[in-house]
């Protein structure tokens, strides 16, 4: 049995087949999805469908865009021209599927592995005991009857800096920024949730959320994707596996086991640089 991440699908099913077949997954196997499995590319509601087929040889783990998905379902959030998941609502059983999206955590830890599963990040500030307690706080709202003001108050870059004392909807705000949005950060550590170009060698000072100085959880195995123009990437206690498919990059499988293979399919590239919208990024 082998246990593989899966990078940021976004509607690319053909390329997730493809993928799988490259491989072998088979019944004995699993595969952990980094999150943002719909939106830009054109197959959202057959990417959800799979996913959920797959019942327990698959761990989701919510990105940007899952939620950005859950917030136009709710009413939230009006679907933007450039989103191309709100189909997912007229599908026949898109309540089901959006349901299930619902229920997805922001974080899956296995102890026996060593691995935590991220959309984007951990903030630089916690260890996995205060990730995995914030990550909780967010799935019990979402999962409550009041979620659609969580989808509502979500929106928003700040406040950038985390505190134990934050509380409310900054509280809420910050936690699902740091899990689905952070890429770069200043010295101190806070979030710059618009800038995402080069992450190294930066000339603005600002460094990847991993590198800050005295980050906490550097004895985790944090595995994420969320970043494509970082790439595939695999540094002191991170794997990066966002490697750019709806871009026209490929989309990447890591086995999380001994072995450690890596295992990329090219992608035709649904998108062109430069059409991505801040809002959800």
């Known amino acids: ?36 499995l719909v939106n830009r590319g054109p197959q959202s509601a057959e990417v959800l469908r799979f996913v959920r087929g797959l019942g327990d040889r698959a761990v989701v783990v919510l990105g940007n865009h899952d939620l950005h998905l859950l917030a136009i379902a709710s009413g939230a959030r009006k679907a933007k021209q450039s989103d191309n998941c709100a189909d997912v609502l007229r ?18 830890h296995d102890e026996a592995l060593g691995c935590t599963l991220v ?37 928003g870059d700040g406040p950038d800096l985390w505190a134990a004392d934050l509380a409310g909807e900054e509280r809420l705000r910050y936690i699902i920024n ?63 596996i966002d490697t750019g498919c709806i871009w026209g990059g490929s989309l990447t499988a890591l086995e999380l086991d001994e072995e450690g293979r890596c295992v990329q399919q090219p992608c035709a590239g649904y998108c062109r640089v430069g059409s991505q919208s801040l809002t959800i990024t």
């Open 119 to 155: 959309h984007a990040g951990m903030s630089p500030f916690w260890d996995l005991k205060t990730a995995v307690a914030c990550a909780r706080e967010v799935e019990q709202v979402l999962r409550s009857d009041d979620y659609a003001r969580l989808l509502t108050d979500m929106y």
């Open 91 to 108: 599908e026949e059983d898109g309540p089901e599927l959006i349901d299930w999206l619902r229920n997805l955590p922001l974080l899956h």
């Open 1 to 36: 049995m082998s246990t593989w991440a899966i990078g940021d699908v976004q509607g690319a099913l053909p390329e997730l087949q493809a993928l799988l077949g490259q491989i072998g997954f088979s019944d004995d196997d699993r595969l952990w999805f980094v999150g943002d």
């Open 178 to 240: 740091a899990f689905t949005r952070m890429r770069m950060c200043d010295a101190e550590g806070r979030l710059r949730l618009t800038e995402k170009g080069a992450p190294f060698g930066r000339e603005d000072g600002l460094v990847p959320w991993f590198s800050v100085p005295g980050r906490v959880a550097v004895d985790s195995r944090i595995v994420f994707g969320h970043w494509s123009t970082l790439g595939r990437y695999s540094g002191t206690g991170i794997e990066a």
